[in-house]
């Protein structure tokens, strides 16, 4: 576990910085306790900012604090993406009940940009960054418009387990994916335009499955090369 010592002025954001960049990068594996004191020793600071780092992490989901056991970086299956989109598919076709009457015209108006956007060549450093702020806006203003607080409130929490399950598969190949993922945006758009419920379930679960399966392959492939690591 290689980790620099910190020198700057807010301890608990160097840290986390520190820890989130390790477990991000594998440095520190999955499933991998971590000692607080050993942490605070290595990175030059006291046990408070690492402790509050460590909670912020767990927030998260990229570490786990198990009573009586102690804290571990989070691990993260194949399975746990499959039934992880497997909820976001259903709450999304949920949503989507009443969003398809609730949707006004500035709505889709303002979802057309996003797809526009995501059309759009970007720096290659932010491009992955830009991709996922765009989409993940798109998916969240359908979500918003079925006007349920609960349903919401779910779908946002089931949000931070994808995005860690992306960190989790350091999936280099995402822009693979674009062309198909472009196609079945403008399928769910017209569909939303058109007001046909039906159709717009069946474009969410194709589209969400398909990211579903490129995710857990990823994933998959990071096991595999841990493995043999």
């Known amino acids: 576990m290689q980790l620099r010592r910190i020198q700057r002025e807010r301890a608990v954001d160097a840290v986390y910085d520190a820890l989130q960049r390790a477990i991000v990068s594998y440095s520190i594996r999955p499933g991998t306790r971590l000692n607080i004191e050993e942490l605070a020793e290595k990175l030059g600071v006291s046990l408070t900012p690492v402790r509050n780092a460590i909670q912020q992490l767990a927030t998260e989901g990229l570490v786990e604090i198990r009573p009586r056991s102690g804290t571990f970086v989070a691990t993260l299956t194949v399975q746990d993406v499959e039934e992880t989109f497997k909820i976001r598919g259903a709450l999304e076709c949920l949503a989507a009940e009443s969003a398809v009457e ?48 609960r349903l919401i409130e779910m779908y946002e929490a089931l949000n931070a387990h994808i995005k860690i399950a992306r960190i989790h598969a350091g999936d280099s190949n995402w822009q693979s994916r674009l062309q198909i993922e472009r196609k ?37 492939e990071r096991e595999r090369q841990m493995v043999a690591s």
Do not use: C, W
């Open 184 to 220: 079945e945006h403008e399928t769910i758009m017209a569909a939303i335009e058109h007001h046909r419920l039906a159709d717009l379930q069946k474009a969410l679960r194709k589209h969400i499955y398909g990211a579903k399966d490129h995710l857990a392959l990823a994933l998959h």
């Open 102 to 149: 609730n949707l006004s015209s500035n709505d889709i108006r303002l979802m057309k940009e996003l797809l526009e956007s995501l059309r759009k060549p970007v720096p290659d450093d932010d491009a992955r960054q830009i991709h996922e702020r765009d989409n993940g806006r798109f998916h969240q203003m359908l979500v918003e418009a079925s006007n349920n607080r």
